[in-house]
C-alpha cells in the first residue's frame, strides 16, 4: 500500500498530539487523523487563526488531514432528547471539517432499528437530514462509522435521507465488536455465524461501496466466551486480502486511518500496523 494512503489516529497514540503527529511524519505515512472531541481541537477551541496554524503546522511536517473524528456512543440521533444541541454541534464540527481542508468528520449517531422503520427510525432520518443541509451548505460530510448496525441498515438510511454529505467511515472491527455488544444487552446469546452474515465485516463493503469516503484500519476477534476484543492488525477476523479487493472493486481512493483504542504499547502497535498496511 502506498504511504500517501495511510494515515494515523493520533489521539491513540496516548501523548502530546503534536508531538504524535511529529512521530507519525517520521513514520513517512500520509496522513493524520485528528480527534475533536476536546482540547485541544475542538471546534470551540480553534477560532479562524487557530484552524489556520493547525493546517499549516500539518502541512510542514508533509502531512495531511485525512478527516476529523467526534461523537461516540453517547450521541444518538434516534431519541428526540438533546436533539438541538446535537445538531448544533454536528453543524459545528462539519463547519471544522470544511475549514480544515479534509470535508469528511466521522462519528456515530445512534443505534438504527434494524427494521427501519418507527419512531427512532423517523428521529433519525430527520435529524440526519439537518445534518446533511448544512453540510451541502459548507462542503462537508459526516461520514457514519460502521458498527452498530449491518451495512445494509447504514444504507438505507443514506439513500433515504439522499444527500452527498452523509456518507460512510467503513471500520471493519467495529462490525465484529459490536454484536456480542448488542446480543448481551438483549440477553441473547453471542451467535458468531449468525452475527457474521448479518453485519458481513468484510462483505459489507460490496453494499456500502460507492458512500465510503474514509476508512479505520482496525482488527478483531470474539473469543469463545462472547466476549469481543479489539487486536493488532492481521491478528483479527478481518480478512484483509479480501477486504482490500472490496475497496479496491467499489473504487475506494481514499485514507485508511490506523486506530488502535486499545493495548499498552500504542505507539509500538500503531507502528505496526503502519508495517503491515505496506506489506499490500
Not at 507519525?24 to 482540547?39: K, L, P, R, T
Not at 454536528?90 to 470535508?103: F, H, K, W
Not at 439522499?162 to 462490525?175: E, G, Q
Not at 479489539?230 to 479480501?242: A, F, H, S, T, Y
Request: net charge negative; aromatic share 8%; proline share 7%.
Amino acid at each position: 500500500m502506498d504511504d500517501q494512503r495511510i494515515a494515523v489516529k493520533i489521539d491513540n497514540l496516548k501523548m502530546d498530539p503534536y508531538e504524535a503527529m511529529e512521530l507519525v511524519a517520521d513514520w513517512g505515512v500520509g496522513a493524520v487523523h485528528i480527534g475533536c472531541n476536546g482540547w485541544p481541537f475542538a471546534p470551540e477551541n480553534l477560532d479562524d487563526a487557530g484552524r489556520r496554524q493547525l493546517k499549516e503546522y500539518v502541512g510542514s511536517l508533509g502531512l495531511e488531514i485525512s478527516a476529523i473524528v467526534a461523537w461516540g456512543g453517547a450521541v444518538d440521533l434516534c431519541e428526540l432528547e438533546g436533539r438541538e444541541e446535537n445538531i448544533q454541534r454536528a453543524e459545528q464540527l462539519l463547519r471544522l471539517a470544511a475549514d480544515l481542508d479534509c470535508g469528511i468528520w466521522v462519528g456515530h449517531v445512534g443505534i438504527m432499528p434494524p427494521d427501519a422503520a418507527g419512531p427512532r427510525w423517523d428521529n433519525i432520518v430527520s435529524a440526519m437530514r439537518q445534518i446533511a443541509e448544512y453540510g451541502e451548505q459548507v462542503g462537508a460530510c459526516l461520514a457514519i462509522e460502521t458498527g452498530p448496525e449491518p451495512p445494509t441498515v447504514v444504507k438505507k438510511l443514506i439513500e433515504t435521507v439522499s444527500s452527498p454529505a452523509i456518507r460512510v467511515n467503513y471500520d471493519p472491527a467495529n462490525l465484529i465488536l459490536w454484536p456480542p455488544v448488542l446480543a448481551d444487552r438483549n440477553d441473547e446469546a453471542y451467535d458468531k455465524d449468525r452475527a457474521l452474515a448479518d453485519f458481513r465485516p468484510t462483505d459489507g463493503v460490496q453494499a456500502l461501496g460507492p458512500y465510503i469516503v474514509h476508512t479505520h484500519a482496525k482488527d478483531a476477534l470474539v473469543h469463545p466466551d462472547g466476549q469481543g476484543e479489539e487486536v493488532p492488525l492481521g491478528e483479527g477476523w478481518v480478512d484483509w486480502p479480501r477486504y482490500l479487493e472490496y475497496l479496491q472493486q467499489a473504487g475506494y481512493e481514499g485514507y485508511f486511518a490506523i486506530e488502535r483504542e486499545v493495548g499498552d504499547d500504542p505507539v509500538g502497535d500503531v507502528k505496526q500496523a503502519v508495517g503491515f498496511l505496506r506489506g499490500f
